[in-house]
Each structure stands twice: as structure tokens, then as C-alpha cells.
């Protein structure tokens, strides 16, 4: 009885308590419905049109400071896009540069035409998806953002690991409309450590003649078959030209490429840039101009 007690006794002195605590005046003795309701948390989501000084493909909100784009900067987004389907069911974000992320990368490349008014491939120009971090991702985030930067140098060979942003200032918006732009990459000559780009008005070896679409297969088997991709090069090549595509075809012209970076080509890029190179020093763009402007040698 005296546990029993104890607990009655302690009742009563709570029940004496709340009994000497009246409503204050001017309310209701109602808490929760004077309550202020919280705002509704609202998802971060990167803007088109900003511009970073931040090259790399991270979607971490901490790192997010978009600066003018007027100034200095390494990127711009030019599209935000959204994972739909099985890729926004996905329990975490697809990883930068794997497969999972060639739908977004996709886009990018079709968007990216559009806003520069012309094929990257052929500029001093290269197109990243980034999407958000892990924690976005479980906070419901589904956006991918697409980057657009500028490399310094005319990229021949296979060796690039990745790709260096070089700084940039104002928007590439319509940056590749007029063919004549500097970022395009047109004609070049040899330099020490590469190839520096020149007018093609003035002596020069090499010029660039399109694109050619690698097949699905892994980096390093590509990289290690310069016989194929000169052989296709060299199509790529005669239809810029103009040249027939017979056994005489390489002692017309020589070949260079630039395969994309191993980063590029994991989150997608299959186009392996093909540029001539003339035996004899060139004045003047051969575009269309026929066998006579590379004879056989």
C-alpha cells in the first residue's frame, strides 16, 4: 500500500499544479493552432545562365557559387535537364562517367548545338553533365546540369586523361554561328609541344574536316588502333575535300585525330575529331576544293 500511496500522492500534486495554471489572457489555451506553419522546403535546382569558377563536374550545393559571366569563370550551363524513368528511380545519383549518365550526356550534345549555333566537336569546346550530389539525390533532386567549356590547345592524339577548362569570359551563346569564330578549330600548324591555330589565309599544314563516329567498344581498344581511325579519318577527310576514296587517297594527304578524353568518352562522346595534313604548305582552305588542291605526292 505504501508504493500505491506514494503514487497517489504524487497525482495529487501534479493535478494541484496544472490546476493553478489558467489560459493567459488573450488566448485560447489552444497551442498548435496559433501556431505559425513552416514553409515549404523547396528543392535546390542549378539555373541556366550562370557561370563558375568551379571546373569540375560536382553538384554539391556548398560548392555552388555562380559568378557574372561577363567575368573570368571556367563553365556555363547552358541547360538544366531532369532523369526520368529508371534513371530517376535509381536509389543513388549515376556516377560522372558512367553509362547510366549517356541519356543526360545526349541531351547535352543536342542542346549544346543549339546554343552555340553549331557542332562543338569541331571548336575548342567541351560538353559535361553534372548531376546533383548524394544527398540531393535523397532529398528528391532529379535535375542534371549541362557545362560548357573552353580548352586552350588543338587536342590531337589519345593521351588526355581528361579535360582542362580554360578561363573564358562572356556566354558562348551563338559562339560557333559565324564559321569564322576563333573558337572554331579551322586551320593550324605544327608548334612546339602541338598545334597553334592560324587563318587559314595564312601557310599552314593542317585543317580540321569533321567528325568520325567511333563504334561502341572500350577506350583502350580504340586508342591502340591508329591504323583504323587514320583509314577512317581519311574518308572523313576526302568528303571535305572532295578527293575519291581509292588506293591513292593517302598519298594525297596525311592524317591527324584528337579521340575524345578518357572522361568524355565514358560519359558518352564517340566523335574523333579528323584533321589533314597536306604534304605541301597550305594558303588557303581546301574545303571543296577537288583533287587538284592535293595531288599525289
Known sequence: ???????AALAAAVMM????????AGTDGDLV?????????RQFTPAVGDCHLIGDPTGYLSSYQPVDCGRAHLVETFHVGRFTGASAARPTPPK???AALRPAYAECDTRAREFLGGDWHG???VVQVVPPSPNGWAGGSRWFRCDLFEVSAVETGA???????????GTLRDALKDPASPLAYGCASPHTGGTVQVSCAAPHWIEYAGTWTAPETPFAALAGNENRINAACRTVIA???ELPVDRLLPYRTGSLYGLPSQAAWARGDRQVRCFLWSY???KRSVRGAGPAALPVR
Open 1 to 7: 500500500m505504501r508504493r500505491w500511496r506514494r503514487g
Open 17 to 24: 499544479v496544472l490546476s493553478g495554471c489558467g489560459a493567459p
Open 33 to 41: 493552432d496559433d501556431w505559425s506553419l513552416v514553409g515549404e522546403v
Open 96 to 98: 560522372v562517367g558512367s
Open 123 to 125: 571548336a575548342r569546346l
Open 159 to 169: 593521351d588526355n586523361e581528361s579535360d582542362w577548362p580554360a578561363q573564358h569570359a
Open 239 to 241: 568528303g571535305y575535300v
Open 280 to 282: 605541301t604548305q597550305l
